[in-house]
């Protein structure tokens, strides 16, 4: 009994920290002043727009976050922890469904979310809430440039990208059952003319077919 009441106690703790911590990133994002451009130019109808409509092609692709996580981690070890010479051939067919790539500011050689990129994240929130995508299943991406091995960025990246779909669940309230992640390191350069340029940072957040 005493068991079930200290329990109940902790449940009760942790909902009223998160929802003081939902009304605290809000109004950071009211009175942050510092927001980029990206952050403050997105718009609800945008991602959407960007992320509908993956339909049954995606469907019948059957793609599979952790065996593409796995082929991965094979390439590097057969190739070597240089940087990569180019995008495994899942990847390039990944980037064909829909998707939304936004800048997610992380503390350096960290995935703690740095305030000014909350708003790009619950703006993220607010479009998977929409209906039209409530049957999607999507899956969260991380990118990293091509500065340090191609093993330490994999897993950077995957942290970070779960980083952001653990703010999106416990604090925007999306379903966790809409969402995987997965960090995909130096593979999949943005600028592969300049592998170390920031550009090349980034979270992707793909529609893979209904769930």
């Known amino acids: 009994m005493g068991t079930q009441v200290a329990d109940g106690a ?11 911590f939902r009304a605290l990133i809000f109004g950071l994002i009211v009175f942050f ?6 952050a403050q130019n997105l718009t609800e109808g945008e991602i959407l727009q960007s992320l509908a409509g993956a339909g049954g092609a995606a469907d019948a692709a059957n793609y599979d976050v952790e065996l593409i996580k796995r082929d991965i981690a ?8 240089e940087n990569a010479a180019s995008p495994p051939p899942v990847l390039q067919a990944l980037a064909k469904l829909p998707n939304l790539t936004v800048e997610v500011q992380f503390d350096f050689d960290s995935d703690w979310i740095l305030p000014e990129s909350w708003e790009t994240v619950a703006r993220m929130a607010d479009a998977l809430h929409h209906p039209i995508l409530l049957s999607n ?5 991380g990118h990293t440039d091509a500065k340090g091995s191609r093993e330490y960025n994999l897993a950077l ?3 970070r990208a779960f980083s952001v779909m653990e703010m999106l ?16 390191g130096e593979e999949q350069l943005r600028d592969t003319q300049n592998p170390e340029s920031g550009v090349n940072r980034r979270v992707q ?4 077919g209904p769930r």
Do not use: C, Y
């Open 157 to 159: 990246s995957e942290r």
């Open 205 to 208: 957040l793909l529609n893979i």
């Open 74 to 81: 094979e390439r590097i070890r057969v190739e070597g922890t």
């Open 33 to 38: 002043p510092g927001a980029p451009a990206l």
């Open 169 to 184: 669940v416990s604090t925007f309230g999306v379903d966790p059952r809409m969402l995987s992640a997965a960090g995909f």
């Open 10 to 20: 902790k449940t009760k703790h942790r909902h009223q920290f998160m929802n003081g």
């Open 137 to 141: 299943k999507f899956v969260i991406i």
